[in-house]
Each structure stands twice: as structure tokens, then as C-alpha cells.
């Protein structure tokens, strides 16, 4: 695949650079090709980036493959990328074009041969604001030269207009719709910008969208402002989350200042609010309000809970007493996002942060008449119009009163401006503070803007997993891009087929029918796959359960060669983990093991080295532990932490391993809850992505917040639904609020077997084998309990049986395409390894995942006495994540199926250029 970082990094010339952007009234669809040339020798991956405009929604994206422009489909932002990768390791052409979470486009290309090139298509479409419009264009100079063509349309006036090599553009006419156009073009370097005046524009504007349905684009005079009310009481939300740690805090201390003054409230409320919940303090003063949010600190995910509470009928009085409220905030929360946050006032939405859901903020404020409001420059007036509060659009309906898709878009002082969804006949009615406006409407022109802005605004409500289908049905309709779906270009009608993607409607036509032809034959196919499968995991654990019922002589020695294999140590000092003899197996009982949390030992005694600990627990693991400088400063100073991880933070806060290790700091110094608030921290970073809700939700299961790690799991596994890991996952978190919340036990448990069966049984990915028999492994340890509550098992016949073990040792990893092994060394000096997996005293272990994320599973029925050294052995570590170093998770089990098992867990790093052995720990079995 070769190396991608920045020390591998090579600039690829640019070619020939076109854009064309037409404005149709107030919005703008801009389109750029461009051709790059790779002048070196080697093979290289292209990476362009672009920074879109404000409230920019990408809706296009081509490769050419073979000489034609192919359009990207979108898919679920990680299977995108997981094809993507596994294409550049095959050396075949992927493209991949992705909306990064801080705004902007970045496409990835590959391959871009020596004395070749390669041309990509971007589109997107944006608002016309206030401010007029604005794209940034920096390149170097093109050998075939760069063109700029703008066109105008559904406009009272040509607005003034900068191309970007400084020149003013001149309009001429001949544009689309009567409009007109303006070019330029050159081959020498760019460092300026398009930018396109403030538009005046038509008072109704209606567009015909790609799938036939009808916008329209609506302006009108707003009435005159009212001196601003008085007195009553100010409440003010202050999100204090960590995605809010470096926003413009002074230029909403500005505004506030502002909106307290000419508003002179008799009461201010503050409340702030994160994930560890809301705190309320009253101010008499702008400058004692200010005061109370300029010492927040801010930690954790954004989450509306505590203030959705707030907010419900227990608090009705304190609610009706609120005149206005304001939020300030960057909008989506990361968890909670069940809860409803609907205060009773008019609520008024500020986002500062140029990555802020203002989509999902206008929802929320529209809800009680508010407005959200994106401050750049003007502090001035959008305090004047928070004092004043004029009402704007409240809805816009067809004929017959039926509410109609609207977006605001920015106006001109004194203007209101929206684009709707415009009904297939009839006009609308504007609906303005009580009043209605009847708009008539014209014939509609083809432009597919509108249409895009409206389903990109519609998305921004599609918040619950339950929604996912729909978001991606919607997404995939009008085209729109997001962070969590991607744009893919493949090149052969196999590699559609075996990702499992249907190709774009622009696909050669040759090429075309062979996948047609060839998805057909596939589908026909499916049901005998399916009963293949089956048969297969029944086959294969039949041979697993007949080999778990073997008996075998406790002291067998393993063949010599297999000693001298035992003596590979890794010079890492392991961990020791120690047991009493275990007691002859009951019957199967529940509960069943759950990852991260430990059942009751009793009178269990734990040996460490060769000192008895009675009061020890049960198991223990102290393997590896990161290196870090600033875990090195909280350890010296532990009563300053809050200070020394603000510090550390500034410098290493970027990726999630800050977080994961400050957590974990703080679990072991008994601030659990604070290590739940920290941890939550890393679902705010830019980077942050599917996998980064697996590793959030696996620490959150160990500090006890499973609500909150089985939301994370849901999301996990509704963005990645072609890996069956994810499934797996939240099957044993549910078990694990199933062992601790009886109240929904049954459903917990009915749902986990449900899940776990999928994994084993439908078809999957051949790089997945392996994972059935542990999942099979785990649905089983699970039934016991199932049963005792009633529920039924949804396991065939063939399928139940529950396989206890002494020892069972499971391994996980975050990343595709990183090979590593998990080996145990046996007392007798038997190492069980991929091309060892059976030992001779009954160690199994299971199939090798070479291609990622696991699991793999060693276990052993009657272990005999002596020490067993669990260790990963790291073949290739493929690349780095946005979250930073892949980790290995493994958890070691005690009597596994039992009544008395217990479970521990340790994650390892697994650094790129590191391979090789890594010491996980021991486990150590005391004679009877």
C-alpha cells in the first residue's frame, strides 16, 4: 500500500483547473474539475482538499476511469473507507471524497501513475448570506491553463463580482434563464478568491429538482422592528462541552453584553450544561453574568439531558416565569441524544463555531419561535435583533394548509429570505407573524440547489439510530454528502460486487450490464448461501463442542519443538494474574460473562508473585501502561490534575488517546465519574468517527455508564452495518445491563442471544471467520439466564450447548488490515499459535483475523496448575487512525459460563512501526 504521512509526502502538479459556479437568486451551485499530473516516478495517492464556503452541502463527486468522469455513490463514511483502502492495497483505482467534520472536502485518489494524471469532479452548493459569496482559490500554476465561468440568474441586478487573479468581473449576457455570465482565465498561479456581492433578488423563484419535485426561493420586507420588551427574566444555556473549548467565547460575551443591556432583565438565569449535567446560578448584572461563564471549564459531550429535564413539567412554574431564553452552543449532541430539549419561552440559538449544525439549531429554536444566529463580524446587529425579537418566517404552506420543508437563508437588514419544498400545483401562503402572504408561483427552471439545501436542513432531524435507513435513503436521493457517508468511485463491475454497492446510473454501459448480470445471478444465490452457512457454523461447532467434551491428561507435555517455542519470552516483564483452584463446574448457570465488569468472588484467594493476598481481587491485571509525559505530570502532582490536564491538553488534546489515558488516571485515583465526563470528551474532537464510539463505549462499560455505552454501540453498529464486530459488541453490553438492571433483563438478554445468532449464522465476509464460534461461545454463556426469565432461545438445536472453560482469554483491535496474533504459552511448554491452535492438554484457539478489528479467543476447559503467559503478536499495523494508535483490547476470563466467573480487561497500543511480541499478562493456576 505504501506509506501515508507527511514525511512521504509529494506534491502532484496541477494540470488544469475549471470551475463553474451559477447563481441562481439566492443560492449558488458551483462545479470544479480538476486535472492533476504525477511528474515523478513513483506510484502516488492523490489527496486534494478544498475549503467550501459557509453552509456549503457537497452533492456530486466523479473519477475518470478509463477516460470518463464516473460519479461517486454514497456509502457509510467507514465501509467508504475500509473499500477505499483495501482497493490501494490491491493497486487497483478507488476514489474516495469525504465532507470532513470541520467543513471542508477532501478527495483521495490512487493510483496516479508516473507521467500520468488523474481528473476529479466536485459539486457543491451553497448559501448566497448576507455577506454575499466567497470561494477560496489557492493553486499552483496549471501548464493547460484554469478557467473561471460565472453565471447569474433569477436576479433584479448583476451583483458586483471579483474573480480570483484580482480582476472585477464583466457580466455580459447570454446566461441560463436569461441571465448572464461572467469568465476569466489564465495558467499562472491563483491566491485570491471568486466572490460574488450581496444578491437582490426575485421575490419568488421557483426551481425544478433532478427528481421532479418543485422549490421555491422566497423574499419579502420584514415589518418595522418594535422597541425591544423590557424587564422579566433572561435564561441563559451555555453549552460548556469539550467541542466548545476553543470557540470565539469573547465575541459571545460581547453579544451577551449587548442583548442584556437593551433587554434589562429584572432576573438572569445561567445554565450551563454538559454531559455530567447542568448547574444554575442567578446574576444581577451583564458583568456577573459574563463572570459565571467565563469560569466554566469545558469537558465532555455535548448533551441536552440535564437541561431537557429542566425543562419538563416538573419545572413548569420557573419555566413560565422565563420571558426569553438564550443558547449558546455548536448544536448536536454526541450522547443523550433521546432526550428532548423544548423549554417553554422563545428560545434564540448562537453559534460561534464555524463547524456548528446551525441546521439542527434553527430546528431547535424554530420549534419556539426563535431564530439561530451565525455571528462573524456583525455583533451589533445580530445583538439589535435578539433585543427586538421580530418574528420571522414561522411556515410556509400549500393551499390548503399543509406545512411545507422551509429553510431561512441570510437576508439583507430589514428582509426575510427562505427556500422551500413548493407543492406539484398551486401557490403558498407565508406565514409572518400571524399574518399570511399568498405567493403565486411561476414556471420552474431546472436547478437542483434548492432542492439540495432543503434535504441537506431535513437531515439535520434525523438524529436517532432508528433514523439511520432514512437518513441514508434521503441522503442518497438528493445526492448530499455528510461526514458519515462518503462518495466512492470503483472501477471494475467485481469490485461493486464484492463491496456490495450499486454502481452510479453513469457507469459505462457495458460494464454496467455485466454487474447487473452478475448481481442478479448473486441474489439468486443468496438463499443457498445462507443455508450454507448455517451449515458450515454447525459443522464447525459440533467439531468445537466434541473437542470442549475431550478429555485430556493434565500433565501432557508437549512435543519438544513445541517447548522450545515457550522459551521465545518477550524480555517485556508480564503481568501476573493468579487463581485458587477452581471448584468442579456446576451446571450452567447464568450470569453470563460480561465484558468489563466482575462477579463476587467469595472466598476466592489471589496469589501474586509468591505472596497470598486473601483481600486481593479475584483478577488482576497490570500489563502494559502508556508512557506518557503528561500522565508523568499528574502522577507528581494528583491534587493539581484539573490543572496539569487544562495545560496538557492544549498540547495533546487533538486525538483521543489524551482522553482515553487521562480516564483511565482518574478511574484508578477513584474519580470514576470524572473519568466518564473525560472520556466523553473524545466523541467532541473533529477526528472523531465510528471507531471512536466503539473505544468511548468500551471504557464507559467498565466505568459503570452502560446506558450511555449501549447508545454508543447502537450508533456504532447503524454506521458500520456490513461489519459484524460492532453487532457483536453491543450484544455483550446489553448482557451487561442485563446482569445489573432487572427490569429489563429479559428484553436486554432477548435482544443480545438475538444479535449474537446474526453474527453467527447470516453471511459474512470471508475475513470474518471465526468470529461465529465466538459469538456461538457467548450467546450460549448467555441462555441459562434467558431461560430463568422466561425468554426463549433462538439458537438452533445444533447451536446450543454451553461451553464453560477455566480460562478463555478474548482479543479485540480498532483498526481494518492490522494482522496480529493472540498466543498463549501453556505450563507444559506448549504454545498455542494460529499454526498451532489445538494444544494437547485442550487449549483451542480460534481462527486467525489477519485482515482486523477480531476477535480472536483462546480457551481451555480443565486447565491444569501452572502459569499461562497471554501475549499478541503484532505482524502488521496498517495505519494510523484519525484517533490515533490503534488499540488492542483483550479480556481475560476466570471460569468462564460459570456462576463464579470473573472478567478483566487491559487495552495495549499498537504502534505502526512496532511489531512483534506484546506481553498481555499471566495467569497463574495453583495446584489443588
Not at 404 to 410: D, E, I, R, S, T
Not at 718 to 737: F, V
Request: aromatic fraction near 6%; include cysteine; charged fraction near 25%.
Amino acid at each position: 500500500m505504501g506509506v501515508r504521512d507527511a514525511a512521504h509526502a509529494r506534491d502532484i502538479a496541477l494540470r488544469r483547473f475549471d470551475v463553474a459556479v451559477r447563481v441562481h437568486g439566492a443560492v449558488a451551485e458551483t462545479t470544479i474539475i480538476a486535472e492533476f499530473a504525477n511528474e515523478g516516478r513513483e506510484v502516488l495517492e492523490g489527496d486534494f482538499r478544498l475549503a467550501l464556503p459557509k453552509g456549503a452541502v457537497v452533492t456530486g463527486y466523479a473519477l475518470d476511469i478509463g477516460g470518463a468522469l464516473v460519479d461517486g455513490v454514497l456509502v457509510d463514511q467507514p465501509k467508504a473507507k475500509m473499500v477505499y483502502e483495501a482497493q490501494v492495497r490491491r493497486r487497483v483505482d478507488p476514489g474516495l471524497a469525504e465532507v470532513v467534520p470541520e467543513g471542508g472536502f477532501r478527495t483521495r485518489v490512487f493510483p496516479v501513475p508516473p507521467g500520468s494524471g488523474r481528473k476529479i469532479q466536485v459539486r457543491f452548493v451553497a448559501p448566497v448570506g448576507a455577506e454575499g459569496f466567497r470561494l477560496p482559490l489557492r493553486i499552483a500554476a496549471a501548464p493547460e491553463g484554469w478557467t473561471v465561468r460565472v453565471v447569474a440568474d433569477g436576479v433584479r441586478a448583476m451583483p458586483a463580482l471579483l474573480m480570483p487573479d484580482g480582476r472585477q468581473g464583466t457580466w455580459q449576457s447570454g446566461g441560463q434563464q436569461g441571465g448572464q455570465t461572467a469568465e476569466a482565465s489564465g495558467k499562472g498561479t491563483l491566491n485570491g478568491a471568486i466572490v460574488v456581492a450581496p444578491v437582490a433578488t426575485a421575490d419568488t423563484i421557483v426551481s425544478r429538482h433532478r427528481t421532479g419535485e418543485r422549490y421555491v426561493q422566497l423574499s419579502g420586507m420584514l415589518r418595522q422592528a418594535a422597541a425591544p420588551k423590557v424587564g422579566g427574566t433572561l435564561r441563559v444555556y451555555w453549552d460548556r462541552s469539550r467541542s466548545r473549548l476553543a470557540d470565539r467565547h469573547d465575541t459571545e460575551y460581547a453579544l451577551l453584553r449587548q442583548v442584556i443591556a437593551a433587554l434589562q432583565p429584572r432576573q438572569i438565569e445561567i445554565v450551563t450544561f454538559a454531559s455530567d449535567g447542568a448547574t444554575r446560578t442567578v446574576a444581577a448584572t451583564a458583568d456577573a453574568a459574563i463572570e459565571a461563564v467565563r469560569g466554566v471549564r469545558y469537558r465532555g459531550a455535548t448533551s441536552f439531558e440535564a437541561v431537557a429535564e429542566a425543562a419538563g413539567p416538573a419545572t413548569a412554574t420557573a419555566e413560565t416565569s422565563t420571558d426569553r431564553c438564550l443558547l449558546f452552543s455548536d448544536g448536536r449532541p454526541t450522547i443523550d441524544r433521546a432526550s428532548v430539549f423544548a423549554p417553554r419561552c422563545r428560545l434564540d440559538a448562537i453559534a460561534v463555531s464555524p463547524t456548528a449544525d446551525i441546521g439542527w439549531l434553527r430546528h431547535l429554536a424554530r420549534a419556539t419561535g426563535g431564530q439561530a444566529f451565525a455571528p462573524g463580524e456583525d455583533v451589533a446587529g445580530v445583538a439589535a435583533a435578539l433585543a427586538t425579537a421580530v418574528a420571522g418566517v414561522a411556515a410556509v404552506v400549500d393551499e390548503d394548509g399543509n406545512e411545507l420543508a422551509v429553510v431561512p437563508l441570510a437576508a439583507p437588514p430589514g428582509q426575510w429570505r427562505v427556500v422551500a419544498r413548493a407543492p406539484a400545483l398551486g401557490g403558498v401562503r407565508v406565514r409572518i407573524g400571524g399574518t399570511e402572504t399568498l405567493r403565486s408561483l411561476g414556471e420552474a427552471v431546472p436547478f437542483d440547489g434548492d432542492g439540495a439545501l432543503v434535504a441537506a436542513d431535513l437531515l439535520t432531524t434525523f438524529g436517532g439510530t432508528e433514523q439511520r435507513a432514512e437518513y441514508v435513503t434521503t441522503s442518497r436521493r438528493y445526492g448530499v454528502a455528510s461526514p458519515s457517508l462518503s462518495f466512492l468511485v470503483l472501477e471494475a463491475p467485481q469490485d461493486y460486487l464484492t463491496a456490495d454497492i450499486a454502481p452510479p446510473a453513469n457507469y459505462p454501459s457495458d460494464a454496467l450490464s455485466l454487474y447487473l448480470e452478475s448481481r442478479k445471478r448473486m441474489d439468486g444465490e443468496r438463499a443457498d448461501e445462507k443455508r450454507l452457512r448455517l451449515e458450515r457454523v454447525t459443522h464447525d461447532w459440533t467439531e468445537q463442542v466434541a473437542w470442549w467434551k475431550r478429555r485430556f491428561d493434565p500433565i501432557a507435555e508437549a512435543a519438544p519443538k513445541k517447548r522450545a517455542a515457550r522459551n521465545a519470552r518477550s524480555n517485556n516483564p508480564p503481568a501476573v494474574v493468579m487463581y485458587a483452584p477452581p471448584a468442579p463446574p456446576p451446571p450452567p448457570p447464568p450470569p453470563a460473562p460480561e465484558p468489563g465488569e466482575a462477579a463476587p468472588v467469595g472466598a476466592d484467594i489471589v496469589v501474586t508473585s509468591s505472596r497470598v493476598q486473601p483481600s486481593a481481587p479475584a483478577v488482576s491485571i497490570e500489563a502494559w501502561q502508556p508512557d506518557r509525559e503528561y500522565l508523568r505530570a499528574f502522577d507528581a502532582a494528583p491534587a493539581r490534575f484539573d490543572e496539569r490536564f487544562a495545560e496538557a491538553e492544549s498540547e495533546a488534546g487533538g486525538v483521543p488517546a489524551f482522553y482515553l489515558d487521562s480516564a483511565e488516571w482518574l478511574r484508578r485515583h477513584g474519580r470514576t465519574m470524572d473519568a466518564v465526563q473525560v472520556v466523553l470528551s473524545a466523541l467532541e474532537l473533529p477526528a472523531a468517527n465510528a471507531t471512536t464510539l466503539g473505544i468511548v463505549a468500551d471504557r464507559l462499560e467498565r466505568y459503570g455508564a452502560i446506558d450511555r455505552a449501549i447508545e454508543l454501540r447502537e450508533r456504532q453498529a447503524a454506521l458500520e452495518p456490513d461489519r459484524p464486530q460492532p453487532r457483536r459488541l453491543l450484544a455483550l453490553a446489553l448482557s451487561t445491563r442485563a446482569a445489573t438492571r432487572p427490569a429489563t433483563a429479559l428484553a436486554d438478554l432477548t435482544r443480545a442471544v438475538a444479535l449474537l445468532r446474526e453474527v453467527a449464522v447470516m453471511p459474512l465476509d470471508q475475513r470474518w471467520d471465526g468470529i461465529d464460534l465466538v459469538a456461538l461461545m457467548e450467546a450460549n454463556a448467555l441462555l441459562p439466564q434467558l431461560k430463568r426469565l422466561g425468554g426463549s432461545s433462538p439458537l438452533e438445536s445444533a447451536l446450543t450447548a454451553l461451553l464453560d472453560a477455566d480460562i478463555r482469554v478474548v482479543v479485540d483491535w480498532t483498526t481494518d488490515a492490522t494482522d496480529l496474533d493472540l498466543w498463549v504459552d501453556e505450563p507444559g511448554g506448549e504454545r498455542a499459535i494460529y499454526n498451532h491452535p489445538r494444544t494437547a492438554t485442550g487449549g483451542h484457539l480460534s481462527n486467525d483475523m489477519t485482515a482486523g478489528f477480531g476477535p480472536e479467543e483462546y480457551f481451555l476447559h480443565r486447565a491444569p496448575a501452572g502459569e499461562y503467559v497471554v501475549r499478541a503478536n503484532v505482524y502488521n499495523a496498517d495505519r494510523l487512525d484519525p484517533n490515533g494508535l490503534s488499540l488492542l483490547t483483550a479480556h481475560l476470563f476466570r471460569d468462564f459460563g460459570r456462576a463464579t466467573h470473573q472478567v478483566e480487561a487491559v487495552d495495549i497500543e499498537l504502534k505502526r512501526d512496532e511489531h512483534g511480541e506484546k506481553m498481555i499478562g499471566r495467569i497463574a493456576i495453583p495446584s489443588k
